[in-house]
C-alpha cells in the first residue's frame, strides 16, 4: 500500500483523503442534510517590512483549519475549526445539524460517493521552494526604499512585501472533490513627502496569483519614480473646489470605482438582501451603451485569478453588462439555492473561517475606441483623477472614493495639480454617464473585504469620462 | 489544553531548541452568531479558533516571531523554530525587550461570568426583533443586516522571565441595520449596534427602538448646498474622528514619521482650554475591556489631552524606552510591535472658558449641520497630512426643523477642527467606542448635490 493510500484518522495535506472526507459526508447526510461541504486548508504566509534603509518586520505564519457548511431547504448552518482529526470534523458536522434543527432524516439525499480528484496541486507542489527567500526579498525591498531617496523633501520611505501560499481541499455531497495551492504576492511602495506646511503621500501596489518568480521581475525603479513623481506633483497642491463636474478617471486602479459602486451590486449576496438597484433589471439597459463590463477568474498571473473557487467550480468569463445591458450576476452556491442565478465559479472566502460567498474576482470595464487624449479634449471644466484611493458603498448604494492625485481640467488641457477630492454618488445614476471609454485597458491588484472576509481582486479599466458626478472639496 | 500547559510546553520546546529568551501571546474562542431574513434563519454559525503567537530574542538579542493556529506539540516547535530563523532579520535599530511592568498586578474588572445561551435562542431573539423592527414602521421593509452573536474567550501573555497572564470573559453583540423604501424616494438605511457580557445583557428593545427612529428620521430627505457650515458632531462621530487621527497620542506613529505630532509635541496646544480626552481601557463601561495589553502590561487610563493640551503619548515597551517613559498598555504583539488606543473619553475640563453654551443640539434653533455618523473612514482620512473628507449621515436644522441629508460629505484638517471647538455640551453619552459629548465645531466644509 502507497501511503498517500494510508487510512488516517486525519486530514493530511499532500495524502489522499477521500475515505475520511467521504465518511465525513456520509454521515452529514445520514443525519439529515441536504448537502454538506468541506472545505480544509493549510497555510504558509510571510510578510516582510522596510523602512528607510532597513528591515523593521518580518512576520512569517502558518496555519490549517477546516470550514463545514451543511444546508437545509435554503438555510445553512457553517461550523469552523482548527482540530482536523476525524473526530473534530464529526464533531463540526454535529454542530451544524444542530443549529439548523435537523431532527427529520427520512427523505435524505444521496451521496454516491466523492467524484474522481481534480487535483490543480500538480504543477504547483514546487512553488513553496520556488519563491524568494526572505533573504532575497529583504535585499530588493531596500534597494526599493533607497531608490525613493531622491531628495530631501521624502521624509518616510516605506517598502512591503507579502506572501500567502494556501493549499486547500474542498469536497462536498454533490460529489464535488478537489485540490489547489494558491500562491499570492504583493509589494508595494509607500512615501511621505514634507516642506514647511505642506505634507503629501504616494503609494503603488503591485501584486500576482500563480507566478512564484513575479516578485524578482518586479521594477522597483519604475515603482519608485512613480510613487516619488506623485508625491511630489500632490506637496503643493491647492484643495479642489467642490462641485458637480465632468471627471476622467485613469486606467488601471481607476476600475477601483466599478468595483465598489457597481461590482458588489451584482453578487447575489445582494440580491439576497434586497440592497441592489439591479435585482429585476437583467436583459436592461443600466449603463451607457459604451460600457461593456466583465468578472472573470482565468487571466494567467492576475490577483483575482484561480483554478478552482472555494467550492470546487472551475472560473468562469461572466459578461455582466453589455454594451449597457445588464447581462448576469455573479453567484455562488448559496446564490443559486436562492436566487436562482447559475453559479460563476465565483465562491470565494478568505480562509476556512468564513463561509463563501459571491465575490468579484478580475473585473474591468472593457476598453474602447478613445485615446486619453480625446476624453480630457473633450471637457472644458473639470477633473482629472489620476490615482484613485480607496472608498467605500453604503447599504443603500451611495459611494464615496478619496481622489490620491487629481489635476484640473481646463479647456481640454490638464493643469495644476488638487488634493482632497472625494467623489460621491450612486452607481445606477453613474453608470448611464459613463460616455466614453479609452484604448488603454489595464489592470491593478488590490484586496477587498466583504461578507467572506478580505479576498485577492484585481480592478481595472480603461480612461472612462463620467459626464457628472458630485466632487467632494473645500 | 490550557495555557499554563501552553505555556510548559512551550518552555520545554524552547529549552530543546536551546532559546532562552521568549515570549507569547495567545486567544482562544468559541464564536456563535445567527443572520435571520423575513423571519427566516439565513446563516448559523459556531467557529472554534486559536491563535498563538511566538517571539524569540536569538543570541545577538535580534527578535523573530511566527504566529499559528497549530498548537500541537509539532506546531509549537515549528514556531519556535521559524520565529528563531526570522529573527535573523531583527531590526538591528531598535530593539525590543519584555515589558519591565509585565509582571505588575493588573487591574481585572468584576463581572458575571455568562454561559452560551445557544444557537436556539440566539435565532429566536434575533427573529423577534427583526418582527418588531419591520412592524414599528410601514416604510421599514427589510433588515438587510443583522446579527445576534456571542464569543466567549480567553487571551494569555507568558514569557521566559516567568510573567504570566490570562484572562477570560464572554462578549455578545446586536445589530440591526434597517432598510426603508417610500414610494418615487430614494431608500434609506440605518441602525444600531449593542453589545454586552452577554445576550441577557444587551437591552434588545432599545436597538430595535433606536434602528427604527433613525431610519424613519431619514425618510424626509433634502439634499444640501455646498458651503461652510457650523457643525454638531454626535458622540459617536467626534469619537470615530479622534480614532481616525489618534496617530497625533502614538508615539509609534511619531517615531515612524507618519504623525502630525513629534517628539517634542507635548504641551502643544491642540483646542479649547475646555477640552480633555483620556484613553480609558478599563472603564466600567468598556464591554471589550482587557486588562493588559500584547506585551503584557497592565491597561491603565492616560490622560492625552490635558486642558486642550497633549499631556501623554501612548507606548509599547520600545517605544516608551526611546522616549525615557514607561510602557502605558498600548501595544499589540508582532515583529514590530504597533500601537493604539483602547476606549478614547472625552470630557468637557473645569476650565473657565470662552465655550459659546448656548449650542445646544436637543434646543439650538439656528442653522447647523448635526454629523450623526461618518462613513469610508479607511478612505477619507489622511492621518499623516491631517486631512479628512468623509461622507456622513446627518441632518440640516434650520429654523427648528431638520431634513436628513441626502449624500453629503464633510471634509476639512484634524487641527483646524480641534481649535474651531465652539462648545462641548456637558452630557456625556456612552457608545461601543467610547465615551463623549456633543462637540461643537464652526466653519467646515460640506459637499452636497443642491
Redesign the interface.
Known amino acids: 500500500m502507497l501511503s498517500s493510500q494510508v487510512k488516517s484518522n486525519e486530514i493530511v495535506f499532500g495524502n489522499c483523503n477521500k475515505d475520511l472526507l467521504e465518511e465525513i459526508i456520509f454521515y452529514g447526510i445520514r443525519l439529515g442534510a441536504d448537502f454538506v461541504e468541506i472545505f480544509i486548508e493549510n497555510t504558509d504566509n510571510a510578510s516582510?517590512?522596510a523602512?528607510e534603509d532597513?528591515?523593521?518586520?518580518?512576520?512569517?505564519?502558518?496555519?490549517?483549519?477546516a470550514g463545514i457548511r451543511i444546508f437545509k431547504n435554503?438555510?445553512?448552518?457553517?461550523?469552523?475549526?482548527?482540530?482536523l482529526t476525524k473526530h473534530g470534523l464529526m464533531k463540526s458536522v454535529s454542530?451544524?445539524i444542530?443549529?439548523?434543527?435537523i431532527k427529520d432524516n427520512k427523505n435524505r439525499e444521496v451521496f454516491n460517493g466523492l467524484n474522481k480528484h481534480r487535483d490543480y496541486t500538480l504543477p504547483k507542489k514546487n512553488w513553496i521552494n520556488e519563491v524568494p527567500s526572505?533573504?532575497e526579498i529583504?535585499e530588493k525591498l531596500l534597494v526599493s526604499t533607497n531608490s525613493l531617496k531622491k531628495n530631501n523633501k521624502i521624509?518616510?520611505r516605506k517598502g512591503s512585501y507579502s506572501r500567502s501560499l494556501q493549499e486547500v481541499i474542498i469536497a462536498s455531497s454533490d460529489g464535488t472533490y478537489a485540490s489547489d495551492i494558491r500562491l499570492h504576492q504583493t509589494v508595494g511602495l509607500n512615501v511621505?513627502a514634507s516642506d514647511a506646511q505642506y505634507?503629501?503621500?504616494g503609494s503603488r501596489r503591485f501584486g500576482s496569483a500563480g507566478m512564484p518568480n513575479e516578485f524578482r521581475l518586479w521594477d522597483h525603479e519604475k515603482a519608485a519614480n512613480d510613487v516619488f513623481e506623485s508625491s511630489m506633483n500632490m506637496l503643493y497642491a491647492d484643495?479642489v473646489d467642490?462641485?458637480?463636474m465632468p471627471v476622467v478617471l485613469a486606467n488601471k486602479f481607476g476600475g477601483v470605482i466599478f468595483h465598489e459602486a457597481c461590482g458588489h451590486l451584482l453578487e447575489t449576496t445582494q440580491i439576497?438582501?434586497?440592497?441592489t438597484p439591479f435585482e429585476n433589471k437583467l436583459n436592461e439597459k443600466i449603463a451607457h451603451e459604451s460600457v461593456t463590463a466583465i468578472d472573470e477568474g482565468i487571466s494567467e498571473g492576475s490577483f483575482g485569478s484561480l483554478s478552482v473557487d472555494d467550492e470546487g467550480m472551475e472560473p468562469e468569463k461572466s459578461v455582466l453588462i453589455k454594451d449597457g445591458i445588464l447581462k448576469k450576476f455573479i453567484s455562488d452556491r448559496a446564490g443559486e439555492l436562492r436566487t436562482g442565478h447559475k453559479r460563476t465559479g465565483s465562491g470565494r472566502r478568505q480562509n476556512y473561517?468564513f463561509?463563501a460567498a459571491s465575490r468579484m474576482r478580475n473585473t474591468f470595464i472593457a476598453k474602447g475606441d478613445y485615446s486619453k487624449e480625446d476624453l480630457i479634449n473633450s471637457i472644458s471644466d473639470g477633473l482629472y483623477c489620476k490615482s484613485m484611493?480607496?472608498?467605500?458603498v453604503?447599504?443603500?448604494g451611495?459611494f464615496?472614493?478619496?481622489v490620491e492625485e487629481g489635476y484640473l481640467i481646463k479647456n481640454g488641457k490638464l493643469t495644476k495639480p488638487v488634493?482632497?477630492?472625494?467623489l460621491?454618488?450612486?452607481a445606477k445614476e453613474v453608470m448611464p454617464k459613463i460616455s466614453m471609454c479609452g484604448n488603454d485597458l489595464e489592470l491593478a491588484p488590490g484586496f477587498c473585504g466583504s461578507i467572506s472576509g478580505s479576498v485577492n481582486v484585481t480592478v481595472g479599466q480603461p480612461h472612462i469620462k463620467v459626464d457628472s458626478i458630485?466632487?467632494?472639496?473645500? | 489544553m490550557d495555557s499554563r500547559e501552553i505555556t510548559t510546553q512551550i518552555s520545554e520546546a524552547a529549552d530543546s531548541l536551546n532559546l532562552r529568551k521568549w515570549d507569547y501571546g495567545a486567544s482562544f474562542s468559541n464564536d456563535y452568531s445567527v443572520q435571520v431574513d423575513k423571519g427566516e434563519a439565513k446563516q448559523l454559525k459556531a467557529s472554534q479558533k486559536q491563535i498563538l503567537t511566538i517571539r524569540v530574542w536569538n543570541q545577538s538579542n535580534l527578535v523573530g516571531i511566527t504566529t499559528t493556529s497549530d498548537i500541537s506539540e509539532s506546531g509549537i516547535k515549528k514556531a519556535l523554530k521559524q520565529a528563531n530563523i526570522a529573527s535573523d532579520f531583527g531590526n538591528k535599530n531598535e530593539s525590543t525587550e519584555f515589558s519591565p511592568l509585565a509582571k505588575d498586578p493588573i487591574k481585572v474588572k468584576e463581572f458575571k461570568k455568562r454561559s452560551p445561551v445557544g444557537i436556539k435562542k440566539l435565532l429566536t431573539l434575533l427573529r423577534e426583533a427583526e418582527v418588531k423592527l419591520l412592524k414599528s414602521h410601514e416604510s421599514i421593509k427589510s433588515v438587510p443586516y443583522n446579527g445576534l452573536s456571542e464569543s466567549f474567550f480567553e487571551r494569555v501573555y507568558a514569557n521566559s522571565d516567568g510573567a504570566f497572564r490570562s484572562y477570560s470573559k464572554s462578549q455578545a453583540a446586536l445589530y440591526l441595520y434597517a432598510r426603508a423604501e417610500e414610494k418615487n424616494n430614494k431608500p434609506r438605511s440605518s441602525g444600531s449596534i449593542k453589545l454586552g457580557y452577554g445576550v441577557d445583557d444587551i437591552d434588545i428593545e432599545s436597538c430595535i427602538k433606536e434602528a427604527s427612529n433613525k431610519t424613519i428620521s431619514h425618510l424626509n430627505y433634502s439634499s444640501i448646498k455646498t458651503d461652510k457650515y457650523l457643525i454638531c458632531f454626535s458622540p459617536e462621530s467626534f469619537l470615530t474622528i479622534i480614532n481616525a487621527f489618534s496617530s497625533m497620542f502614538n508615539a509609534r506613529s511619531i517615531l515612524d514619521g507618519v504623525s502630525l505630532s513629534n517628539k517634542n509635541s507635548i504641551g502643544e496646544k491642540l483646542s479649547t482650554e475646555a477640552l480633555n480626552i483620556y484613553d480609558d481601557g478599563l472603564h466600567e463601561k468598556n464591554i471589550s475591556s482587557s486588562p493588559f495589553d500584547g506585551e503584557g502590561t497592565p491597561t491603565k487610563r492616560l490622560c492625552l489631552i490635558n486642558r486642550g493640551r497633549i499631556e501623554n503619548f501612548i507606548h509599547s515597551e520600545s517605544t516608551a524606552r526611546i522616549f525615557k517613559t514607561i510602557p502605558t498598555g498600548h501595544a499589540g504583539l508582532g515583529s514590530k510591535v504597533s500601537v493604539s488606543p483602547d476606549w478614547i473619553v472625552v470630557e468637557k475640563s473645569e476650565e473657565k472658558s470662552d465655550l459659546k453654551t448656548s449650542l445646544d443640539h436637543s434646543s439650538y434653533e439656528g442653522e447647523f449641520v448635526y454629523i450623526e455618523e461618518l462613513n469610508a473612514i479607511h478612505a477619507g482620512v489622511r492621518a499623516s497630512q491631517g486631512s479628512f473628507s468623509l461622507p456622513f449621515d446627518g441632518w440640516l436644522y434650520k429654523n427648528g426643523t431638520k431634513v436628513s441629508i441626502e449624500s453629503a460629505t464633510v471634509a476639512g484638517d484634524i487641527k483646524y477642527l480641534l481649535k474651531n471647538i465652539v462648545n462641548i455640551e456637558s452630557s456625556q453619552k456612552v457608545t461601543t467606542s467610547g465615551i463623549s459629548p456633543h462637540i461643537w465645531v464652526d466653519e467646515l466644509s460640506i459637499t452636497g448635490d443642491a
Open positions: 516582510v517590512l523602512e532597513f528591515i523593521t518586520s518580518v512576520s512569517p505564519s502558518f496555519g490549517r483549519g435554503k438555510k445553512d448552518g457553517f461550523v469552523s475549526t482548527n482540530d454542530q451544524a444542530e443549529m439548523l434543527d526572505i533573504h529583504s521624509i518616510t511621505i505634507r503629501s503621500s484643495y467642490a462641485g458637480q439576497e438582501r434586497g440592497t473561517s463561509a484611493g480607496g472608498g467605500s453604503g447599504a443603500t451611495q464615496n472614493f478619496a488634493k482632497g477630492a472625494t460621491i454618488g450612486e458630485t466632487v467632494g472639496g473645500r
